[in-house]
């Protein structure tokens, strides 16, 4: 099992920063790729960003690319995610995710409210 629990959200306006921070417990040797979803009010839980375990290989949304950045520091066995420039439509509930391979979601973590104002 590996646990995952997620830190850095908030409240922000339009055109601000957040970061949020994923932090895995338990089997991390199986922690090969590493992740963020969102899901709005209503809506379905949607892709955002994706890391692999070297890092060096990493995928966004369309609606994210240029504005945030995902990225990892293994001897923490933690995933972070960069938030620039946010919008309102950026409003969510960010979910960071966990699995033993490229995009595999084997672990979730309990989620994370980011709010922004107009």
């Known amino acids: 099992q590996v646990q995952l629990v997620e830190s850095g959200g908030g409240l922000v306006q339009a055109g601000g920063s957040l970061r949020l921070s994923c932090a895995a417990s338990?089997?991390?040797?199986?922690?090969?790729?590493m992740g963020w979803f969102r899901q709005a009010p209503g809506k379905e839980r949607d892709f955002v960003a994706a890391?692999?375990?070297?890092?060096?290989?990493?995928d966004y949304a369309d609606s994210v690319k240029g504005r945030f950045t995902i990225s990892r520091e293994n001897a923490k066995n933690t995933v972070y995610l960069q938030m620039n420039s946010l919008k309102p439509e950026d409003t969510a509930v960010y979910y960071c995710?966990?699995?033993?391979?490229?995009?595999?979601?084997?672990?979730w973590g309990q989620g994370t409210q980011v709010t922004v104002s107009s």
């Open positions: 338990g089997r991390t040797f199986t922690t090969y790729g």
């Open positions: 995710y966990t699995g033993n391979s490229w995009r595999r979601t084997d672990y």
């Open positions: 890391i692999n375990w070297s890092g060096g290989n990493t």
